[in-house]
C-alpha cells in the first residue's frame, strides 16, 4: 500500500477511502512512553484505538485511526514511596498537537489558514468542529503578534471602527503604511496607549479626524507633537452642503425625469472642476445655468477645496478667511453653518499645511476589517485584531512565473 500521511515513526496498515475523506489505520513502528522514574521498566499492555484529525490528502478529509500502545509498569511509586503499580500508561505521540485530537501540522494549517478564510469553512474542509479551529488560531496567533516589533513611527495615524457594537482605535504609521494596533476603545485605552508614548520623542506627528475626544487626548498625553487634522474630512463637509442643496432643487423640480437626473449626479458635483472631462463640465454648466442656487453652491465648493492649494498655513489662514467673507448670500448659511472651521480645531487643520499628512490609510484598514465582520460574523474583538495585525505577513506565492518571457529568461540564464 502507497503510504498517505508521511509521519515519520508511523506505518500505515490500512486505508479506506470515500468520495470526501480518507481514514488512514496505523501505529508505532516504535512506540515509546515517559517512565515515571529512570528504574521503571514499562511492559506492553496491550493497544487502544485513537481517532486522530490530519491534514486533507489529495482535496479530502484525512481521520487516523491509530493503534496507541499501552504500557505497564509494575515498578510504579506513590507519594510516600510505595510500590503500586500502573497499568495505564500510554505510548507518546510526538505528531499530536498538546490540548487536540489532531496532529500538530493540521493545527498549523488551520491556524494559517483562518488568515485567510472563516473558521467554518475550515471546519468543513478538515471534518473539525469550528471551535476547535478557533483554539488553534487562538494559539497561533498569540505567538505570531508576540514576535511582532512595532517601532514608534514619526507619524502616527488615529481613527475609528466601530466592531460589536463598540467604536475602537485603529493606529497607523502614516509613513511606513504599516497597522501598529487596534485596541478596545477610543477612550481610556487609547488615551493610556498615548500615555506610553509620551516619552518616545521618535513620534512627531499625530493625524485624525476631528473627533474631540483624539483633541483633549493629545493635548494632555503628547504635548509638543504636531496635531494634524484630515483635510478629506474638512472639505468633506462642503460636499455634505453640496449634497443637500441640490437635492433640495430636485425635489422641487416638476418634471420627475429631471429631478432624477439631478439627485443621481452626486458623484459629478463632488468631481473637482480641474478632474472632470469636457463632458462632464457642460453638464455642470447646464444645471448652473439653470439654477442659479446650484451655481453658488458649486463653486462655493470650489473655493472652499482650493484651501488644499495653499502653500503655507499663513496663506492658508488667510484664504479660508477670505472665503467666509464672501459667500454669496444664497448659502452662506449652510456653509457657515456646515464648513466653519471651529476656533478650537484650525491649528490642527492648519498643520497639514506643515505635515500634509491624512489617515487615507487608517482608513483603508477600515474597510478590510469591513470584510472581516462581513465574512466571519461573530468573530470576537481578539479574533478580529489578530487577522488585522498578521494580515501585513501573507505574501502571494507561485510556483509560475509572472509571464512566458520572463520564464524563458530565467531558463536561458
Not at 473539525?128 to 505570531?144: C, L, M, N, W
Not at 458635483?269 to 442656487?293: G, V
Not at 506643515?354 to 474597510?367: A, D, F, I, L, Q
Request: charge should be positive; include cysteine.
Amino acid at each position: 500500500m502507497t503510504g498517505l500521511l508521511n509521519l515519520p515513526g508511523v506505518v500505515e496498515t490500512d486505508q479506506e477511502e470515500a468520495d470526501d475523506h480518507y481514514v488512514v489505520h496505523a501505529r508505532s513502528s516504535r512506540p515509546t512512553a515517559k517512565a515515571c522514574s529512570l528504574a521503571c521498566k514499562l511492559r506492553k499492555n496491550g493497544t487502544k484505538p485513537l481517532d486522530i484529525n490530519d491534514v486533507p490528502h489529495h482535496g479530502k478529509a484525512t481521520l487516523i485511526r491509530f493503534r496507541r500502545q499501552q504500557f505497564s509498569c509494575p515498578d510504579c511509586l506513590n507519594e510516600v514511596g510505595e510500590k503500586v503499580g500502573n497499568d495505564a500508561i500510554s505510548e507518546r505521540l510526538a505528531f499530536t498537537e498538546p490540548g487536540f485530537l489532531m496532529t500538530r501540522r493540521l493545527v498549523l494549517w488551520m491556524a494559517r489558514q483562518a488568515m485567510r478564510r472563516t473558521f467554518a469553512e475550515i471546519g468543513r474542509d478538515a471534518y473539525v468542529d469550528p471551535k476547535s479551529v478557533a483554539k488553534a488560531f487562538d494559539a497561533y496567533t498569540s505567538v505570531e503578534i508576540a514576535k511582532l516589533k512595532r517601532e514608534t513611527p514619526r507619524v502616527l495615524g488615529i481613527d475609528e471602527k466601530r466592531l460589536r457594537g463598540e467604536f475602537r482605535a485603529v493606529m497607523g504609521n502614516l509613513e511606513a503604511l504599516t497597522v501598529l494596533d487596534m485596541l478596545k476603545d477610543r477612550g481610556e485605552t487609547l488615551e493610556l496607549h498615548l500615555n506610553r508614548l509620551s516619552e518616545d520623542r521618535r513620534l512627531e506627528v499625530v493625524v485624525t479626524d476631528r473627533f474631540d475626544g483624539y483633541r483633549k487626548m493629545i493635548r494632555r498625553r503628547l504635548p509638543g507633537r504636531l496635531h494634524v487634522t484630515d483635510r478629506f474630512h474638512v472639505t468633506r463637509a462642503a460636499n455634505e452642503v453640496l449634497d443637500q442643496i441640490r437635492a433640495a432643487v430636485a425635489k422641487r423640480l416638476p418634471d420627475r425625469r429631471e429631478g432624477a437626473a439631478l439627485r443621481m449626479s452626486r458623484q459629478l458635483f463632488r468631481t473637482r472642476w480641474s478632474q472632470t472631462t469636457d463632458e462632464q463640465k457642460a453638464t455642470i454648466t447646464d444645471w448652473c445655468q439653470r439654477h442659479p442656487i446650484i451655481s453658488d453652491a458649486y463653486w462655493t465648493k470650489e473655493r472652499y477645496c482650493d484651501l488644499y492649494l495653499c502653500a503655507s498655513p499663513a496663506e492658508a489662514e488667510a484664504y479660508y478667511k477670505d472665503w467666509l467673507a464672501t459667500l454669496p448670500p444664497s448659502v452662506a448659511l449652510a456653509y457657515k453653518t456646515k464648513c466653519a472651521i471651529p476656533r478650537r480645531w484650525m491649528p490642527m487643520v492648519l498643520a497639514y499645511f506643515e505635515e500634509p499628512y491624512t489617515t487615507g490609510y487608517v482608513e483603508s484598514v477600515n474597510r478590510f476589517l469591513d470584510d472581516l465582520q462581513r465574512d466571519g460574523r461573530g468573530y470576537s474583538f481578539e479574533v478580529i485584531r489578530a487577522k488585522l495585525m498578521l494580515a501585513e505577513k501573507l505574501e502571494r506565492r507561485t510556483f509560475r512565473v509572472g509571464n512566458y518571457v520572463s520564464h524563458l529568461s530565467a531558463v536561458m540564464n
